[in-house]
């Protein structure tokens, strides 16, 4: 079993900045990945990063380019998501995701396509909303 939990979210001015953090707990040996997901009202959920907790490699998405920074804790099985001159259009729900190692599956690290659907666990979100 393996719980997470989003913090860090709230009301930011368009061109602020904010942390988000997602600790892991549970059976965090087993962490193949982490993810971080955003939803805004009325679209799909967008995959923004991911990490391989084996050697460190990020997977992201072309749209958090030059504006948010990933870092991880490893000792606090935590990672982070430094976010920097946040516009509106970045207003929504943001998500931590987990993929695990398990038999007969291939674990994945996808931001994109059905396997971006079907991480192993997700928490419950953190609200961002960005506005003057």
């Known amino acids: 079993q393996l719980q997470l939990v989003e913090s860090g979210g709230g009301l930011v001015q368009p061109g602020g900045s904010l942390r988000l953090s997602c600790a892991a707990s549970?059976?965090?040996?087993?962490?193949?990945?982490m993810s971080w997901f955003r939803q805004a009202p009325g679209k799909e959920r967008e995959g923004l990063l991911c990490i391989r907790m084996s050697d460190s490699s990020t997977a992201y998405a072309d749209s958090v380019k030059g504006r948010f920074t990933f870092s991880r804790d490893v000792a606090k099985n935590t990672v982070y998501l430094q976010m920097n001159n946040l516009k509106p259009e970045d207003t929504a729900v943001y998500y931590c995701a987990a993929e695990v190692n398990k038999p007969l599956v291939t674990p994945h690290c996808a931001l994109e396509g059905p396997r971006s659907r079907e991480y192993d666990y997700w928490g419950e979100g953190t609200q961002v909303t960005v506005s003057s």
């Open positions: 549970g059976f965090t040996l087993g962490l193949y990945a």
